[in-house]
């Protein structure tokens, strides 16, 4: 039995691949360090565990309204409200079981086949994946790490045609770390002219250098991906959400009733929770984080794999190893398998001959990272 051409066609995720690998290697007694996959090394608040323990408790286990629990979506509208001073009202919001499901049913609204979503190259991995997946085609616009991987809005007015369905972007970003400034949304959004943006907002306030910021600020012509993974260490929470203009809500509902229903009951109270509980530990974090950044920064450069464009957000560094391969796939398999040290392929967004690397782990863990893959480069 065979399945669809489309489902054949579809490339692997190769963090994930590199993930699973290193794992096998430690089920085998190997030491390896993970500086691959983008998950924070930090617990879920226990406040935000203890909301879903008594949700629990209370029996809050059946199917919610489709569009989320109202009260989240009211945390949500308020925290846009108190953060970037926008507008939004509780009814835009459609809460997801993650921002990925979310990201999947806002393509499934908006592409008919042909349909085309302009994205920078470095991307996510999973952008072009998602669009192809419902039939869409992505269209890159070519980045540059001299000019910080800002994605050009003259470069983006010339690739918008008749089939631009909306123009993608991403900040604080994955995998450059680059964080848009006011001028860079600006800019952005004449640039798209008549054409939607969609603005992927899960790094949301891990900001290092500059200012956080919505699209939300700069146009109502947008769509919001956010969730609770990464400012709320929530990964395995699969819980996120939309924000839509009002005039898309009710088609967008309609594809979540069919295609997911809802996302876990008491999983939502657990965001009404982080939204509404106290925020001192994203405080405590984000300075962490930026302790491990420019530590990572620092050895990098050391070791022979300088930055161009020091990244201001996030917690990624990518960096050019092509002075050592131009297989980044291969390269990064060399390293985990002979350095025990777990990096990503540029490969996986669109950035061959780089590597990504994460800061989310300890900061003896990066400089054991660091230790080994001097070593390594050294025997090259």
Not at 53 to 70: D, F, V
Not at 74 to 89: M, P, Q, R, S
Not at 103 to 118: A, D, K, Q, S, T
């Amino acid at each position: 039995m065979k399945l669809s051409p489309k489902a054949e066609r579809i490339p692997p995720f190769f963090v994930m691949d590199v993930l699973e690998r290193a794992q096998e290697l430690e089920r085998s007694g190997r030491s390896i360090i993970h500086l691959e996959v983008g998950e924070p090394d930090f617990i879920t608040p226990p406040h935000i565990i203890e909301a879903a323990g008594e949700a629990l408790r209370r029996g809050e286990t059946k199917y919610t309204h489709s569009l989320g629990l109202l009260e989240l979506r009211e945390a949500v509208a308020f925290t846009y409200k108190e953060k970037f001073g926008v507008d939004i009202v509780p009814d835009q919001v459609i809460v997801n079981s993650g921002t990925s499901p979310a990201m999947l049913l806002l393509f499934m609204g908006l592409l008919e086949p042909g349909g085309e979503v302009i994205m920078s190259r470095p991307h996510y991995a999973c952008y072009p994946n998602f669009v192809d997946g419902v039939g869409g085609r992505a269209v890159f616009a070519q980045t540059k790490e001299e000019g910080g991987f800002r994605l050009e809005p003259d470069i983006v007015k010339k690739l918008i045609g008749p089939r631009t369905k909306a123009v993608l972007i991403n900040s604080p970003a994955n995998p450059t770390g680059h964080v848009m400034d006011v001028n860079e949304y600006k800019d952005l959004c004449e640039a798209a002219g008549n054409v939607p943006v969609i603005s992927d907002e899960i790094y949301q306030g891990l900001v290092y250098k500059g200012e956080d910021h919505s699209i939300l600020e700069f146009t109502d012509n947008a769509f919001v991906l956010n969730g609770f993974s990464k400012l709320y260490a929530m990964t395995g929470w699969r819980l996120g959400y939309l924000i839509a203009p009002k005039d898309c809500v009710r088609p967008l509902q309609k594809l979540q009733q069919n295609f997911f229903i809802c996302a876990n009951s008491f999983v939502q109270h657990a965001g009404v929770a982080a939204l509404r509980g106290p925020q001192d530990h994203i405080k405590a974090m984000v300075a962490e984080y930026d302790r491990r950044r420019k530590y990572m920064l620092r050895r990098l450069g050391e070791i022979g794999l300088p930055v161009k464009s020091e990244p201001a957000g996030a917690y990624y560094i990518l960096t050019d190893a092509k002075q050592y391969s131009n297989d980044s796939l291969n390269f990064s398999r060399d390293i985990l398998e002979k350095a025990g040290v777990a990096v990503t392929p540029g490969l996986d967004f669109g950035a061959e001959g780089y590597l990504r690397f994460s800061y989310s782990n300890s900061m003896e863990n990066i400089g054991e990272g660091m230790d080994r893959l001097d070593k390594y480069l050294h025997g090259l």
